[in-house]
């Protein structure tokens, strides 16, 4: 076995020192702060209702204004998590779950950006509280999403189904009222000292959310399976929100209820599965990473099995190292199965600079087995990806619209790709839009901040809406990317 040990370290080193010695793009400097600003912009691009008068995206107007109405509900507001139309709860949740979460680790490093990125969260928590002011209910959805994607229209514009699913005791769903409980319990760290009386509000309503999330078990999608799937259909399971939602109200509020419901639920709800999965679908990695802050801070030795599982995440994901589900890309981009690979790329990336923070402030390091992967490796790795999407790739290439000389011109997003209503007032119905869709030109208007689904295992990219899995942006691949960029806005 050993001199396999010593293949294995010497392939690691090898493949380390191409990764970050390697001249690519002539060693571009990047402007972090420039790319941080344009990340949070983003969001307000992202907007659903009535806009405010500070808006800046000033290509969109006012949409969605009567969401809810038709169920006697005042469900506006939210952001549309992609180039669509509908207000999906799940990604929506997770998204507020992660800008809080780079609130709360990077925040003092954004600078002027903090206040912005603090209006993007409260956007989304201002419809999340709406989304739960019933008590036992959750509206999860609005927007029929088979009727929105037959159509290519604006959002001012939309003529659409503005349908609303809920989950309730009869159609449970653990998993997104697990997110949503997690969203609002970090919303109201970021609120503590900025408006004290919100945060309460805010954790308030996380517990209650929580508390429904765990008497009432069940996955959403067995509940709205016709509404949610195949959009955001839960694969994983819903166990993993509870830890994921107990773990944030155990940092938010430091009750010994979510301590002890952690430790009496981690192996019941799967903790040390797919140690190397954190998106919208999958906590468990972010769960493994949030939990074993306070190990290494010497506070909670009862979490131990979630720091060994964070350390085998951090293995997992280092170059060169063979694991069946972590992949690079000649480029060097980390590549995992499935569509909109950049969500994957910002969130493992967020996690291994987070985790690298906790190292540093306890001065330690992670052994996988004859390498040791230092916080500095760690920060290293991240910012490699960072780069990557910043234009330090094969095709020479910036993935986030409006940063560098070069970026996608033609995503897959609805408003972007239409004119706006200001360029062309008279409405544009839901075929008419095909045209805009089917052009070979660029979108009208750049959607400022916008992170594609990337390039595929081979760095190839078609900058083509059709490729929605590529040319497509999201909510929730930029929110870790702000954590990321606010730190090495700061340290670079």
Known sequence: MAPKSHTSNFRVAVFLLLLFFRPISGGTKHDYHDALRKSIL?????????????????WRKDSALHDGASFGRDLTGG???????????????????????????????????????????????????????????????????YSDHNCWERPEDMDTLRTVYKIDAS????????????????????????????????????????????????????????????????????????????????????????????VKNEVVLHAGDTINEFGWDNKHAGINVL??????????????????NADAFICSLLPGISH????YSPGGLIFKAGGSNMQ??????????????????ANKVVPCGQITASPALLKQLAKRQVDYILGDNPLEMSYMVGYGQRYPQR?????????????????????????????PNANPNVHIGAVVGGPNVTDAFPDSRPYFQESEPTTYINAPLVGLLAFFSAHY
């Open 411 to 439: 995503i897959h997003h609805r408003g972007s790709s239409l004119p706006s209503v200001q360029a062309h007032p008279a409405r544009i119905g839901c075929k008419a839009g095909s045209r805009y869709f089917l052009s």
């Open 42 to 58: 983003f969001f307000e691009g992202q907007r659903s209702g009535k806009l405010p008068p500070d808006q800046r995206v000033k």
């Open 79 to 145: 952001y549309y998590d992609a180039g669509d139309n509908i207000k999906f709860g799940f990604p929506m949740a997770f998204t507020a779950t992660l800008l809080s979460w780079s609130i709360i680790d990077f925040g003092r490093n954004m600078g002027p950006e903090l206040k912005n990125a603090v209006k993007a969260v409260k956007w989304v928590t201002d419809y999340l509280l709406k989304a739960t002011a019933v008590p036992g209910v959750v509206y999860v959805q609005v927007g029929d999403a």
């Open 324 to 327: 069946p589900q972590v992949q």
């Open 291 to 308: 939990i074993s802050k306070e190990v290494l801070m010497g506070k909670a030795n009862y979490f131990q099995t979630f720091k060994q």
């Open 171 to 262: 159609h449970p769903g653990s998993d997104v009222a697990g997110e949503t409980a997690a969203a609002l319990a970090a919303a109201s760290i970021v609120f503590r000292s900025r408006d004290p009386a919100y945060s309460r509000l805010l954790l308030d309503r996380a517990v209650k959310v929580f508390d429904f999330a765990d008497r009432h078990r069940g996955a959403y999608s067995n509940s709205l399976r016709s509404a949610v799937c195949p959009f955001y259909c839960d694969v994983n399971g819903f166990q993993d929100e509870l830890l994921w939602g107990a773990a944030w109200l155990h940092k938010a509020s430091r009750r010994r209820h979510y301590r002890e419901y952690i």
């Open 344 to 361: 994957h790329v910002t969130s493992l990336s967020f996690l291994l600079l987070a985790y690298s923070n906790y190292l540093s402030h």
